[in-house]
């Protein structure tokens, strides 16, 4: 990368970065989320995401490892994580993808089912300055549709002292924070169940199977496991 290449990338998206570059990045972004704190994202956890075989993977990782600035810090036994700079081009990315997502809902009439792969396609498409104007016109969103945080014009981004849905304490009340945007089958499942961002409910207790006993707006419903895994919470503590 040149000078200038370097400075746009600290600045926010860069225009050098293909799209497939930043699929990774911001898959590497996302999943490293996912894994306990300093834990890498290994070579199989990104092939499942972006659905490539793994020695794709494995060859992507290693170009963006050798890129100047690295955008990737990669061994071969370990995984990979996001370097300084990369991490920032992951963030922009994010924050275009969110913002997209946040337009298509509230300005086009898209369900929060729709929107997630319309923002894939959009999303490489558009500057750091479009994506200002959107959240101007948005009024400076901190959420998306799915309740996931939109990083600010600086990248900052606050995360919520969250958790699954599936480790909440027996007996305990939450309110739902967020849920995964990459299942339009499960997002309309929680529609159905009333399961939107903002949501207050208390958990009765969890079957053998795991499947989750729930009690919100005054009816109890039930929910499986692995769909509790793609829906976070906040305790709540009152």
């Known amino acids: 990368m040149t000078n200038l290449d370097m400075a746009k990338l600290a600045a926010g998206k860069s225009s050098t970065l293909t799209p497939a570059v930043e699929d990774y990045l911001r898959a590497l972004y996302k999943r490293g989320r996912r894994n306990l704190p300093g834990e890498p994202v290994t070579t199989s956890q990104m092939a499942a995401c972006l659905d490539v075989r793994p020695a794709s993977a494995t060859a992507m990782l290693q170009k963006l490892a050798a890129l100047e600035p690295p955008l990737v810090a990669y061994h071969k036994s370990h995984g990979a994580r996001l370097t300084a700079a990369g991490e ?30 319309e923002a894939d396609r959009l999303e490489h498409a558009i500057s750091d300055e479009v994506a200002g104007r959107i959240a101007a016109a948005l009024g400076h969103p901190t959420r998306d549709p799915h309740g996931q945080p939109i990083p600010a014009a600086d990248l900052s981004l606050e995360h919520a002292a969250a958790i699954p849905l599936r480790d909440l304490p027996p007996g305990a009340a939450a309110v739902v924070c967020q849920a995964r945007d990459d299942d339009p089958a499960l997002l309309r499942l929680f529609a159905a169940l009333g399961l939107w961002p903002g949501t207050a409910l208390v958990l009765l207790g969890t079957k053998p ?26 305790i709540d503590e009152s």
């Open 209 to 234: 199977d795991g499947t989750l006993r729930l009690r919100l707006a005054g009816e109890t419903i039930e929910l499986a496991a692995n769909a509790a895994n793609h829906l976070l919470v906040i």
């Open 88 to 117: 920032r081009a992951a963030l922009a990315l994010v924050r275009c993808h969110r913002l997209l997502e946040l337009f298509l809902h509230e300005k086009l009439g898209y369900a929060w089912d729709e929107v997630h792969e």
